[in-house]
């Protein structure tokens, strides 16, 4: 198991901006890809984002293109995704995940490694 700790979350207006953290400790040698997914209240958990280990290739949802940013720091273990002009439908809690591949992929079924994620409320 490799722990992965979110951080940043929060409450917002509509137009603002957050960023969030994930750091993985521990068993670090076993993650390549890293994604965000996110998880609404009732609903099921959806894709958002997701990074190849070099940080070359970053792929998005259609809804947060644009606005969101995936990126990484390797030294750090670390994965952030930057959020700017948020809108009330992301609201949600927002789960980091990684996986021993390279490629990224958008099934949660694939990354094998989760985070206990961090609420993001965005309001009107």
């Not at 992965?4 to 076993?30: I, K, N, Y």
């Not at 996110?38 to 809804?63: C, H, M, N």
């Not at 390279?102 to 990354?111: A, H, L, N, S, T």
Request: hydrophobic share 35%; proline share 4%; aromatic share 10%.
């Amino acid at each position: 198991q490799v722990p992965l700790v979110e951080s940043g979350g929060g409450m917002v207006q509509a137009g603002g901006s957050l960023r969030l953290s994930c750091a993985a400790s521990g068993g670090t040698s076993s993650i390549r890809g890293m994604a965000w997914f996110r998880q609404a209240l009732g609903k099921a958990r959806e894709f958002v984002a997701a990074i190849t280990y070099s940080g070359g290739t970053a792929i998005y949802t259609d809804s947060v293109k644009d606005r969101f940013t995936i990126s990484r720091d390797n030294t750090k273990n670390t994965v952030y995704l930057q959020m700017n002009t948020l809108k009330p439908e992301d609201t949600g809690v927002y789960y980091c995940a990684a996986r021993p591949v390279y490629i990224v992929g958008r099934d949660p079924r694939d990354y094998p490694y989760w985070g206990q994620g961090t609420q993001v409320t965005v309001s009107s």
